[in-house]
């Protein structure tokens, strides 16, 4: 049962373009969300999170946008950069009960290059 | 300040050896979590760690021991290894209500 899920395993864009990566997810328990970013060979690297309680969050050239009626969420990167090719990986949360100990719950990753 | 860091890097075991992979962190995190990533399949929680001398079963733990007897390291033990346990580890740690942060993974193959 796939909580969090990524359904495009690649997004391919021309540098300068908007670049958008989508997650869908199914547990209603979940009240935070974020996005990492992992380079081949490294660790993924935390890029932008939102809690359930807004529907947007803002951090430069990225932003996190959050549908809680259709547990969708989506993160935008304008103006695309080569820099930005990568896997991005969705993940989510959740704070109810004190019992959660910070655990995630990934989705399987979206390949974004960014062509110059 | 290293951060998360694994050891080893890359390791190649035969069916039914036994290894053990080290993770540690210098942040004084309360949290730290065992992961593996396989294609198609994002990162999936092994088991974790809440303090010292406690450890839970994650999402994929069997076929895993872990133990952390210091709050620094984490621990990561497969006592009969299987080619199914081919896979990237990913170590992780945290403290309450903050991001986790990775280390840069260890590659393991079992033949």
């Known amino acids: 049962d796939q909580q969090v899920k990524q359904n495009s395993p690649s997004l391919s864009v021309q540098e300068g373009r908007i670049s958008i990566l989508n997650c869908d997810y199914t547990n209603s328990m979940f009240d935070y969300f974020l996005w990492y970013k992992k380079y081949p060979a490294e660790g993924p690297t935390f890029l932008i999170s939102?809690?359930?309680?807004?529907d947007k969050n803002e951090d430069g050239r990225f932003t996190v946008f959050l549908n809680k009626s259709a547990k969708h969420l989506s993160l935008h990167i304008v103006p695309s950069q080569p820099g930005d090719s990568a896997v991005y990986f969705c993940?989510?949360?959740?704070?109810?009960?004190?019992?959660?100990?910070?655990?995630?719950?990934f989705g399987q990753g979206t390949i974004l290059t960014v062509h110059p | 300040n290293a951060g998360v860091t694994q050891t080893p890097k890359f390791r190649v075991l035969k069916t039914g050896q036994s290894m053990t992979l080290l993770c540690a962190q210098d942040?004084?995190?309360?949290?730290m979590y065992w992961y593996r990533q396989d294609p198609g399949m994002g990162l999936r929680l092994i088991h974790y760690?809440?303090?010292?001398?406690?450890?839970a079963k994650g999402e994929v733990p069997d076929g895993y021991n872990v133990s952390r007897l210091k709050k620094q390291n984490f621990l990561l033990g497969l006592e009969s290894a299987a080619p199914s346990q081919t896979s990237v580890y990913f170590c992780?740690?945290?403290?309450?209500?903050?991001?986790?942060?990775f280390g840069p993974g260890t590659r393991l193959l079992v033949l």
């Open positions: 992780a740690s945290t403290r309450p209500r903050e991001t986790q942060y």
């Open positions: 993940a989510a949360g959740s704070n109810a009960g004190g019992t959660s100990y910070g655990k995630l719950t």
């Open positions: 760690s809440v303090g010292e001398g406690t450890t």
């Open positions: 939102i809690s359930s309680i807004k």
């Open positions: 942040m004084n995190h309360e949290y």
